[in-house]
Each structure stands twice: as structure tokens, then as C-alpha cells.
């Protein structure tokens, strides 16, 4: 049974590093799935504020990881 | 039908992740021969590689059979998260935050701890389960990338070979010096296949949650460039933060 842990450790750890990175990628996933069809916006500009939302997480958390190494 | 950029994007994925992933795993292999012998490396090599090969059989297949609209949401949801854990740590290691791989103290730190091992009598099962799992844990990456862009975009066995071709360019690369390919520059590579993947992952979520992107498939370089612009830019921003 150990190594059937290790195993599942391993892969869950190929998608989790950091939990809260991987909380919020899912939430705003979870958010696009809910409103974004909801938006009073044209069909392209609905991608384009889940690609940006994307974007913005990457750089929060880089950025924040940053700090927390520094402080 | 499957444009070049589609295509060709899946299979650079693959090819380059897989020269990362190789490089690492050669590093324990050839810390295995060096200190133990090379049959046992190759064994655990072989062995390793197979079981690899087994899960691209036994799950690409499965894959392929799903609904594309669930595929697209399911594996461009795991390729969202896969991607940008790999370019956040590499945009990390960029910015000085994180230390980089070091391709030579892993060997020097695998060579002792196989020296401090038991010493071997017959079958040295320690070195042919150190070079399995070195196979293995490496290769689940390269196995995820092939099946989920392999999967999806039905690029399976063209994702397989690009996979295999890094593999046998790092195995000849390594049989050609006999040291770790230290200077093979993973975290630029990494930082690649993390702009590739997050980009796959951004496009094929959209695709799964019925989002129209502006030039269907071609729209996945225009994500890709902008995931690379903010991965650039977020580099010197961390290292200004980490300094103080």
C-alpha cells in the first residue's frame, strides 16, 4: 500500500505545487464555466477575459511567491 | 482537421519536455552505471521505459473514446494546472527566487548515496530500482504531456515519437560523454514547455466551456506569445520583489 501512496503523491504532485495556485486556477475555471456566458460582451472578448484572468494568476503568484522568499 | 500550428505545437511539447525530463533521468542512470555497473542501469532503464510505453497504450486509447467537448474541459483543465506549475517554478528559477537544477551535484549526490548503499551480492536489485525509478518518476511527466496532447488534438503517435526522439538524442548525447548534460539549459526549456502547455491548457478549457477564440486553432500561438510576454515580464518584477 505504501508505494500505491507514493504513486498517487507523485502524480497528484505533477498538477500541485503550490495549493492555493492550484485553488485558484480551479476557482476561476469554476467562475469562467458560471458567468462568462453571462457577459453583455461579444464572443471573442469572453475568451479573451479567461486568457487574462490566467495571466493575472500566473503574475500574482509568481509575484507573491517573491515576496514571501524575500520576507 | 488539425492545423500545423496545432500540430506542430503538440509535438515540440512533447519533444522538448521530453529532453528535460531525459536529461534528468540520464543524470540518475548514469550514476547508477558509474557506481554500480551498467547491466543493473540498463535493466532498470529498459524496465522503466516499458512501463512507460504500457501507460501510453493502455490510457491513449481510453482518451480517445471520450466525448471531445468533456476531453477538450477535462485535460485542458490538467494541462492548465501541469503548465503553469511548470512556468511558475521556471519563471522562478529565472528571477534567482529558486536555485536551479544542477544537473552535476544531483550525480555527485546520486553516486554517494548509491556508494553508502548496501553493498551488492548476484543481482543488484538497489541500482536496477534506483535507474526503474529514475525512468519512471521523469517519464510520468512525458507520459501526461503525450496523453493529454495526444489525446485530445488525435496527435498520439506523432506526440510518442517526438518524445522518443529527445529521448534517444539525450541516450546518445549521454552515451557520447558519459557525464550529466549539465549544460543543457533545462530552465529554458522548461520555461518553453510551460508557455507551450499552459497555452494548450488556456485554449482547450476555452474550447471545453464553449468559448469562441478569435482564429480557431491558430489562436493557440497568439496565447502562447502572450503567455511568454507575461512570463518575461514577471521575471525581472519577482527578482525586484525577492530583492527586497
Known amino acids: 500500500m505504501k508505494?500505491?501512496?507514493?504513486?498517487?503523491?507523485?502524480?497528484?504532485?505533477?498538477?500541485?505545487?503550490?495549493?492555493?495556485?492550484?485553488?485558484?486556477?480551479?476557482?476561476?475555471?469554476?467562475?469562467?464555466?458560471?458567468?462568462?456566458?453571462?457577459?453583455p460582451v461579444g464572443e471573442p472578448w469572453r475568451a479573451a477575459i479567461f486568457l487574462a484572468g490566467c495571466l493575472a494568476l500566473l503574475v500574482e503568484n509568481v509575484l507573491r511567491a517573491a515576496r514571501k522568499r524575500a520576507g | 482537421m488539425l492545423s500545423l500550428a496545432h500540430a506542430g505545437t503538440a509535438i515540440a511539447s512533447a519533444f522538448v519536455a521530453s529532453l528535460v525530463e531525459a536529461v534528468e533521468a540520464l543524470t540518475i542512470v548514469l550514476a547508477v552505471g558509474t557506481v554500480r555497473g551498467w547491466r543493473p542501469a540498463l535493466a532498470g532503464t529498459v524496465a522503466g521505459l516499458a512501463f512507460l510505453a504500457l501507460l501510453v497504450l493502455a490510457?491513449?486509447?481510453?482518451?480517445?473514446?471520450?466525448?471531445?467537448?468533456?476531453?477538450?474541459?477535462?485535460?485542458?483543465?490538467?494541462?492548465?494546472?501541469?503548465?503553469?506549475?511548470?512556468?511558475?517554478?521556471?519563471?522562478?528559477?529565472?528571477?534567482?527566487?529558486?536555485?536551479?537544477?544542477?544537473?552535476?551535484?544531483?550525480?555527485?549526490?546520486?553516486?554517494?548515496?548509491?556508494?553508502?548503499?548496501h553493498p551488492r551480492r548476484g543481482w543488484d536489485a538497489i541500482a536496477v530500482i534506483t535507474a526503474f525509478k529514475a525512468v519512471v518518476l521523469e517519464g510520468l511527466e512525458v507520459v501526461f504531456i503525450v496523453l493529454a496532447v495526444g489525446a485530445v488534438g488525435g496527435l498520439l503517435v506523432p506526440a510518442s515519437l517526438g518524445a522518443l526522439a529527445a529521448c534517444a538524442l539525450v541516450a546518445i548525447a549521454?552515451?557520447?560523454?558519459?557525464?550529466?548534460?549539465?549544460?543543457?539549459?533545462?530552465?529554458?526549456?522548461?520555461?518553453?514547455?510551460?508557455?507551450?502547455?499552459?497555452?494548450?491548457?488556456?485554449?482547450?478549457?476555452?474550447?471545453?466551456?464553449?468559448?469562441?477564440?478569435?482564429?480557431?486553432?491558430?489562436?493557440?500561438?497568439?496565447?502562447?506569445?502572450?503567455?511568454?510576454?507575461a512570463a518575461a515580464a514577471a521575471a525581472p518584477l519577482a527578482r525586484g520583489e525577492s530583492a527586497g
Open chain 2, 59 to 117: 490510457f491513449g486509447p481510453l482518451l480517445a473514446r471520450m466525448p471531445i467537448e468533456y476531453l477538450q474541459l477535462a485535460v485542458g483543465v490538467l494541462l492548465l494546472l501541469f503548465g503553469m506549475r511548470w512556468l511558475r517554478k521556471a519563471i522562478l528559477r529565472a528571477a534567482g527566487v529558486i536555485a536551479l537544477h544542477d544537473e552535476a551535484l544531483a550525480f555527485a549526490d546520486g553516486c554517494a548515496a548509491l556508494r553508502a548503499a
Open chain 1, 3 to 39: 508505494w500505491l501512496a507514493a504513486a498517487a503523491r507523485e502524480i497528484a504532485g505533477l498538477f500541485v505545487e503550490d495549493v492555493g495556485f492550484t485553488l485558484c486556477i480551479l476557482a476561476w475555471v469554476a467562475l469562467a464555466a458560471l458567468a462568462l456566458r453571462e457577459l
Open chain 2, 174 to 229: 549521454g552515451c557520447a560523454v558519459h557525464r550529466p548534460l549539465a549544460r543543457i539549459p533545462e530552465n529554458t526549456l522548461k520555461f518553453a514547455v510551460g508557455v507551450l502547455l499552459s497555452a494548450f491548457g488556456a485554449f482547450w478549457v476555452g474550447e471545453g466551456l464553449g468559448l469562441h477564440w478569435p482564429g480557431d486553432d491558430l489562436a493557440i500561438l497568439g496565447i502562447a506569445a502572450l503567455f511568454l510576454a
